[in-house]
């Protein structure tokens, strides 16, 4: 039986449409699009699981160096949290990434973050996200930072005395996400109520351990557990800020707070902040600040405990800021900015134990890098660890060295604890000022061992001390 000329037409139509298609597939990934070596993994999952496993065995360098060898030190494909990634290495990677924001790439965030910090400026549409970034910047600028310094080195004391002097051994990383915490609520919320701090406390430590996590929505998965506790958070925030609006500047200790900041200032298109918004950029630089500062704090005390030649170089600096302060005279802004040394061997620390590994960004067109092309959509990743221990930028990168900042002319864009160029972290200053206010009353009074000095530092999704990092403490005596 014979088929009508028009069905023939339109079977032929339809090869010829199909293996246009092909064609231009083929031309597309075989000859324009030349992408890089890697491999995606697994399907869906990719090869996520395997860069927790790394961080989490203590070795978060561990998947980025065993692809650069086996792929391309520059520039690798993978895929993770279910996106197809381009892996970009090197100081040269970190510029063309950093400089190329708007133009190539945009700033990205796993879309499961959005159930996390909702409307903040990490998971807002990118032009939104701008305009609410330069609101809450301008609260973390360093004029307030200085002005906040004494209100820093008092809760520093508060809890010094509360839960460190007298004891002869203590668990160091759990009191430093304490005054971590306290800080971050008293700066960013004007809120010192201890059971409070200690409830929000709790359900931030759940949603930490949910932010990296493939976006699994089930009773009992870390991703499950984290959105519960942001919304538990955002509720408690949500109280705050009502009743903040509703006292209006009546309290001037309000003033100098993230919250009354947000509620009073408006964006450049002239609106303020809907209560809901505030509550998410809340939540966002309450977990992101007080957990990179948590976890450099932590590791500051686990390599002075290793570096006694480093620990005493810092007690020196430390204690002749100590010896021109009267009896309960607070730190002041003078008082950091002579914390030279010791600011270095934070930064050594920053080098080689980064709270945060990297981040992400989406190609906004189709480009190329190091004969590469990186498809429009694509997430592109860029890493601290491939500049950070890295000879190339770093003589004898595993020692810790502080002198290297003072000694070493220092590649640009090898050293991005706080990333870079125009979408830098936001809060450089405080954390500066956080932790050097901590390390002067540390020293000051002690000197400490590591109770297991070979602990492995696992990585998930920041180094962390699975024992809470025990360490027996040696008060000073007649400093």
Avoid at 288 to 317: I, Q
């Amino acid at each position: 039986m014979e088929l009508p000329l028009h069905y023939l037409f339109y079977i032929l139509l339809g090869v010829f449409g199909l293996a246009y298609l092909v064609l231009q597939r083929f031309i597309y990934f075989g000859g324009r699009l030349r992408l890089p070596p890697g491999s995606f993994g697994w399907p869906i999952i990719g090869e996520t699981l395997e860069l927790q496993r790394w961080g989490r065995s203590g070795d978060p360098d561990g998947f980025i160096n065993r692809r650069k060898m086996k792929y391309n030190r520059e520039i690798f494909k993978t895929s993770l949290l279910g996106e197809k990634t381009i892996a970009i290495c090197g100081a040269t990677g970190n510029k063309f990434i950093f400089t190329g924001e708007k133009s190539i790439v945009l700033t990205w965030w796993p879309t499961s973050l959005n159930k996390l910090f909702g409307d903040s400026f990490f998971t807002a549409p990118y032009d939104e996200a701008v305009r609410t970034r330069k609101v809450v910047a301008s609260f973390l600028q360093q004029e307030v930072m200085n002005q906040l310094v004494e209100r820093f080195d008092k809760t520093c004391k508060n809890g010094f005395a509360m839960d460190w002097i007298g004891k002869n051994q203590v668990l160091a990383f759990t009191l430093i996400k304490k005054y971590a915490f306290s800080v971050a609520c008293d700066m960013f919320a004007s809120m010192d109520d201890p059971n409070w701090q200690k409830m929000i406390l709790d359900e931030f430590n759940i949603l930490l351990k949910g932010v990296f996590q493939l976006p699994i929505y089930f009773p009992g998965t870390r991703h499950y557990k984290a959105v519960r506790s942001a919304a538990v958070i955002r509720r408690e925030l949500i109280k705050l800020i009502q009743n903040r609006r509703g006292m209006g500047n009546s309290d001037s200790r309000v003033e100098k707070n993230l919250i009354s900041h947000l509620i009073e200032t408006r964006n450049e298109d002239g609106n303020l902040l809907s209560d809901k918004e505030i509550a998410d950029n809340v939540i966002l630089l309450m977990d992101s600040g007080h957990d990179t500062s948590s976890s450099t704090m932590m590791m500051l005390m686990k390599h002075l405990a290793e570096s006694p030649d480093c620990y005493r170089r810092v007690l020196e600096e430390q204690s002749e800021i100590a010896s021109k302060k009267g009896p309960g005279e607070l730190l002041n802004k003078d008082d950091i900015s002579k914390m030279k040394y010791s600011w270095n061997v934070v930064n050594e620390v920053l080098r080689l134990s980064p709270p945060i590994q990297g981040t992400f960004r989406k190609a906004k067109i189709d480009f190329t890098y190091n004969g590469f092309s990186i498809p429009k959509g694509w997430m592109v990743w860029w890493n601290a660890c491939s500049t950070h221990k890295s000879a190339e930028y770093f003589p004898n990168p595993e020692k810790f060295d502080p002198l290297r900042f003072e000694r070493d002319n220092i590649t640009p864009y090898s050293l991005v604890p706080f990333g870079g160029g125009p979408r830098m972290c936001p809060g450089r200053e405080f954390a500066r000022v956080e932790i050097l206010v901590f390390l002067h009353n540390l020293v000051k009074e002690f000197r400490w061992e590591l109770v297991f000095p070979n602990e492995v530092i696992s990585v998930d999704p920041m180094p962390s001390s699975p024992k809470g990092l025990p360490v027996y403490l040696y008060p000073h005596i007649n400093l």
